[in-house]
């Protein structure tokens, strides 16, 4: 099955800088690559994804870049604010599961934003 | 539009004890699913729903049972609770690309049920 690693497990960046977050997949036919936030108390809540057929997607200070040759892909958050503060999960899924009960899970990253 | 409502949002047990979490959403989705979230180890599946009257195991079922008898309600059961099942344990829902071809298969997520079994 799917095997998705995630680093690094804990990250604090200064308020304005960048974050970045890593993750790879073992799994070839993974085509999808959702990122969640959690917030505290909270579910976890879509906030990008990119498909196989992209290398990078943005939607405005959040970007997810894929390099499927070496099945790594990334989450990168510019011009970081305190309510960036959460934990932040990737996730793979191929293109044969018909809903998500082929999505695996990285095991988060939880990131704090310092004033 | 409440999205998926978990009940309850917190709850403690004896082992042995048994318990039903419920998950409603109303946002007519065809899947629902089970996942428990630990330390460490990120959002595992327990137990999932392709639509009403049908359920499958995921990657740890062992110890749970659900039901799924309506098709906005999916149940989740502990008969025999025991301490290794102490976890927050999240409800989730999506469409299936498998009835329309195109359509976004995000999954929706509940609040989170906090289960400590002492």
């Known amino acids: 099955g799917e095997n998705v690693e995630q680093h690094p497990s804990t990250l604090s960046v200064q308020e304005g800088d960048s974050a970045v977050i890593k993750c790879t997949y073992s799994?070839?036919?993974?085509?999808?690559f959702p990122w969640y936030k959690q917030e505290l108390g909270k579910g976890p809540q879509l906030i990008i994804d990119?498909?196989?057929?992209?290398g990078e997607k943005k939607d405005q200070r959040i970007a997810v870049t894929l390099n499927k040759t070496a099945k790594h892909f990334s989450l990168h958050i510019t011009e970081t604010q305190p309510e960036d503060s959460a934990v932040y999960f990737c996730?793979?899924?191929?293109?044969?599961?018909?809903?998500?009960?082929?999505?695996?899970f990285g095991t988060g990253t939880r990131l704090t934003i310092i004033p | 539009n409440a999205g998926v409502t978990q009940t309850p949002k917190f709850r403690v047990l004896k082992t042995g004890q048994s318990m039903t979490l419920l998950c409603a959403q109303d946002m007519n989705h065809e899947y629902m699913y089970w996942y428990r979230q630990d330390p460490g180890m990120g959002l595992r599946l327990i137990h999932y729903?392709?639509?009403?009257?049908?359920?499958a195991k995921g990657e740890v079922p062992d110890g749970y049972n659900v039901s799924r008898l309506k098709k906005q309600n999916f149940l989740l059961g502990l008969e025999s609770a025991a301490p290794s099942q102490t976890s927050v344990y999240f409800c989730a829902s999506s469409y299936s690309i498998l009835l329309e071809q195109g359509r976004n298969t995000e999954a929706f997520f509940g609040q989170g049920t906090r289960l400590t079994v002492v």
């Open positions: 799994d070839s036919a993974s085509n999808y």
């Open positions: 990119i498909r196989s057929n992209v």
């Open positions: 729903s392709v639509g009403e009257g049908t359920t």
């Open positions: 996730a793979a899924r191929p293109f044969s599961d018909f809903g998500n009960e082929k999505l695996t």
